[in-house]
């Protein structure tokens, strides 16, 4: 799914956008003339490796995003959301997708069952 940012409203509106076996669900909105806002859920299930034997298995995906999306370079800092600052008119959900699923198999803790079992009788 794509939308232009002058196309976004500046009162919330529900979007749903599926990309590789995942689903971004929530709202958007227009915060100013180059700022628009992401409020959303990304579920569902990503192929990632395991990081202590390489093995690959499937790991399920709850989070919830809160995104400023913005065609300028964004000066400041927000605790709350996070923030892509892109090139184009075009904000592209499912890039944002691809985008999560890249930062999701890089993480640190994708440690299969079997390693976690191993954790477990040592400690």
């Known amino acids: 799914m794509k939308i ?73 800092f927000d605790n709350e959301y996070d923030v892509i600052e892109f090139t184009s008119q075009i904000i592209d959900f499912d890039d944002i997708i691809t985008s999560e699923i890249e930062s999701i198999k890089l993480d640190f803790e994708n440690i299969c069952d079997n390693c976690e079992a191993i954790d477990l009788e040592f400690n």
């Open 4 to 76: 232009e940012l002058k196309k976004i409203p500046f009162t919330p509106k529900e979007f749903e956008a599926k990309c590789c076996n995942l689903v971004l669900k929530g709202v958007f909105y227009k915060e100013n003339q180059n700022i628009a806002k992401i409020e959303a859920n990304l579920s569902g299930e990503v192929e990632v490796e395991c990081n202590r034997c390489a093995t690959p298995f499937t790991k399920k995906v709850d989070e919830d995003l809160k995104l400023i999306v913005t065609d300028r370079i964004y000066n400041g």
